[in-house]
T-cell receptor, first 114, second 115 residues
Framework: KAGVTQTPRYLIKTRGQQVTLSCSPI?????VSWYQQTPGQGLQFLFE???????NKGNFPGRFSGRQFSNSRSEMNVSTLELGDSALYLCASSSGGTNQETQYFGPGTRLLVL | GESVGLHLPTLSVQEGDNSIINCAYS??????FIWYKQESGKGPQFIID?????DKRQGQRVTVLLNKTVKHLSLQIAATQPGDSAVYFCAENTRYGGSQGNLIFGKGTKLSVKP
């Protein structure tokens, strides 16, 4: 099976712009979670989607949003970018059942905000 | 301005030695724990997991130990190899109702293997 893929891999934006990142989960996986990784805060949970519905949400401002499509692919959007949004954004997929299952990560999208 | 980065604990071991990486978790309600390995420029890679009804689980060259009394998790790597050099994260997961819940990650430990 192909792993989790994320596009683009690298992105440079300026303050105030918005950005959309894409994630394709492992085939058959229905849950997609997004994480932000920074040197200062480490890995932090953004949100989780399952069957096109946001099922869980972390403590990030409303500028961070996401969605999931019927084929389980997911996108996350960050509006009005700030310098502090520079980070590695990671997507992880899992089968999404009610028991905890392993989350498999993609390579990430490295976002630089200037 | 200069950003303040996480000062990651570093474990330096000789090739062939055993490594032990420790992690203290925060939530006594957490019932599922995972170890991930992250190499430079890559996403976290699953190593091994353990559920709270177990206190030990073994994989290939790796063993995870769980001590729920003191909320402590450890990863043991046998015969450490240069390819094991990476940052290792423990993560805990607590279910909310029927949800899978989210992963809460530790700060990570950098493992450096000397040839």
């Amino acid at each position: 099976k192909a792993g989790v893929t994320q596009t683009p891999r690298y992105l440079i934006k300026t303050r105030g712009q918005q950005v959309t990142l894409s994630c394709s989960p492992i085939s058959g996986h229905r849950s997609v979670s997004w994480y932000q990784q920074t040197p200062g805060q480490g890995l932090q949970f953004l949100f989780e989607y399952f069957s096109e519905t946001q099922r869980n949400k972390g403590n990030f401002p409303g500028r961070f949003s996401g969605r999931q499509f019927s084929n389980s692919r997911s996108e996350m959007n960050v509006s009005t970018l700030e310098l502090g949004d520079s980070a590695l954004y990671l997507c992880a997929s899992s089968s999404g059942g009610t028991n905890q299952e392993t989350q498999y990560f993609g390579p990430g999208t490295r976002l630089l905000v200037l | 301005g200069e950003s303040v980065g996480l000062h990651l604990p570093t474990l330096s071991v000789q090739e062939g030695d055993n490594s032990i990486i420790n992690c203290a978790y925060s939530n006594s309600a957490s019932d599922y724990f995972i170890w991930y390995k992250q190499e430079s420029g890559k996403g976290p890679q699953f190593i091994i997991d353990i559920r709270s009804n177990m206190d030990k689980r073994q994989g290939q060259r790796v063993t995870v130990l769980l001590n729920k009394t003191v909320k402590h998790l450890s990863l043991q790597i046998a015969a450490t190899q240069p390819g094991d050099s990476a940052v290792y994260f423990c993560a805990e997961n607590t279910r909310y109702g029927g949800s899978q819940g989210n992963l809460i990650f530790g700060k990570g430990t950098k493992l450096s293997v000397k040839p």
